[in-house]
């Protein structure tokens, strides 16, 4: 079979769920060489494929578009990711619970406490509801329709160059839960960041930030990391390494490392009491804090190359 064909179908079935693909594969196959004939030249195959229509269009033939909040090609990956989130976070939030009320002695019943804890688990579970809802509702709604697709000689001819390199889902998933745990811990610090404190036996904890100054980076925190939500489930979703989810991807690294170097260093942030428990000048510990942006930058630059490796030079999968 010609390669163009086998990009063609390739192309095509990618738009499908995977229960689909393979029946669809198997018709494409037999239908394409049908109408081609034997030994066709590249002329016939081209005016075939341009004749069938785009990849995107001619999938959608083989199912229907009907309006969800999430469609049914991306439900059962919308469902496997917040399975996953699910599983972590919820044992992680009565974690979190309960690692507070070790940190802080509380002064109610223990059946009390055992009630907040099961709470936080309930909290963390809507949370995480919401959060993966809305990504894969976002992503979803925002699909290019087919009809504005442009689909000529030029299009057909750079399937093969633009079909990308697989990108690891194992690697994505995790990701994903990753950046779950982060928003979890995000929204616990937004009412419990006296909690992220330095801790000793001679003194009382004491706060590394000042509480009211610290909410409004807490929420442009849960910002940054939704968006990156975002990208990891565009690229679940896409599957292969394209130069737009190249792009978006290093712009996204690139916002998250600048706003975590710019959070680090708002020295008014960090309460007075911190450097002196610590024994350290004002100097010395802005020392230490730029060098820990400057750890921050090297990892978004290592992120962004290993990015672009994949997506670039590394071998097709």
């Known amino acids: 079979m010609d390669d163009l ?8 079935i990618h738009h499908l769920s995977v229960g689909e693909r393979a029946d669809v594969q198997q018709e494409l196959e037999a239908n394409i060489l049908d109408m081609v004939g034997e030994s066709p030249d590249v002329e016939t195959i081209e005016e075939t494929l341009l004749a069938l229509g785009s990849p995107a269009s001619l999938a959608s033939q083989y199912r229907g578009r009907p309006h969800h909040l999430i469609g049914p090609d991306t439900f059962p990956l919308y469902w496997k990711v917040l399975c996953i989130v ?5 044992p992680l939030a009565a974690l979190f619970s309960i690692i507070g009320f070790i940190i802080t002695p509380p002064t109610i019943a223990l059946a009390e406490m055992v009630a907040r804890t099961f709470a936080a688990a309930g909290g963390a ?16 709604a925002q699909q290019i ?14 399937l093969e160059e633009k079909a990308g390199k697989a990108i690891k889902t194992s690697s994505v998933i995790g990701d994903l839960v990753a950046l779950a745990i982060g928003l979890l811990a995000l929204t616990f610090l937004m009412t419990n ?4 404190a330095l801790y000793s036996k001679e003194h009382a904890p004491i706060p590394l930030f000042i509480a ?49 170097v710019f959070f680090l260093t708002r ?17 010395r510990w802005q020392f230490t804090i730029r060098s820990l ?12 190359g290993t990015e672009c490796y994949h997506a670039l030079w590394k071998e097709r999968v």
């Not at 699910?86 to 919820?90: N, T």
């Open 145 to 158: 329709p087919v009809a504005a697709e442009v689909w000529d000689r030029a299009t057909l001819r750079a």
């Open 267 to 283: 020295w008014n942030l960090y309460t007075p009491d911190l450097l002196a428990s610590l024994a350290l000048t004002q100097p």
């Open 125 to 140: 579970v809507v949370l995480v509801f919401f959060w993966v809802t809305i990504a894969f509702a976002l992503v979803d």
């Open 86 to 90: 699910l599983l972590i976070a919820a």
């Open 293 to 304: 942006c400057g750890f921050c930058i090297l990892m978004g630059a290592i992120t962004i």
């Open 212 to 260: 009211v100054r610290l909410r409004p980076y807490l929420i442009a925190a849960m910002a940054v990391a939704f968006l990156s939500f975002l990208v990891a489930i565009i690229k679940l979703i896409r599957r292969r390494w394209s130069a737009s989810i190249l792009v978006i991807s290093s712009g996204v690294t690139i916002i998250t490392t600048a706003f975590w």
């Open 5 to 12: 064909i086998k990009r063609y179908i390739a192309e095509t």
């Open 193 to 196: 960041s006296d909690l992220l």
